[in-house]
């Protein structure tokens, strides 16, 4: 098991960050890919960002390439998403996910632990 919990979410306006975070504990937390998924009420969880287990591969959503930064620290168990330049269409519960190999965060499906999401609001 891999427990998940995100951190610092909130309230910013438009063209502001935020950075949110994503303490890991559990298994081994360095053999895990991670990643962040978004929701908005009535849509489907959404990809946004993931890193592989060393960290040294991003992937990133078309809408969000070139504003937000995915890292990970594994000496901290932790993995964080650096958003800037937000847009009121970031709005969005934002979660923290896990994954045994990197394409299993390419869908919500298939991700294997999820953590309970922290809520960002960007307004206009």
């Known amino acids: 098991q891999v427990q998940l919990v995100e951190s610092g979410g909130g309230l910013v306006q438009a063209g502001g960050s935020l950075r949110v975070s994503c303490a890991a504990s559990g298994r081994t937390f360095s053999n895990y890919a991670m990643g962040w998924f978004r929701q908005t009420p009535g849509k489907e969880r959404e990809f946004v960002a993931a890193i592989t287990a060393s960290g040294d591969t991003t992937y990133y959503a078309d809408s969000v390439k070139g504003r937000f930064t995915i890292s990970r620290d594994n000496a901290e168990n932790m993995v964080y998403l650096q958003m800037n330049s937000l847009k009121p269409e970031d709005t969005a519960v934002y979660y923290c996910?896990?994954?045994?190999?990197?394409?299993?965060?390419?869908?919500?499906?298939?991700?294997?632990?999820w953590g309970q999401g922290t809520q960002v609001t960007v307004s206009l």
């Open positions: 996910a896990a994954g045994r190999l990197v394409g299993a965060l390419a869908s919500a499906r298939s991700v294997n632990y």
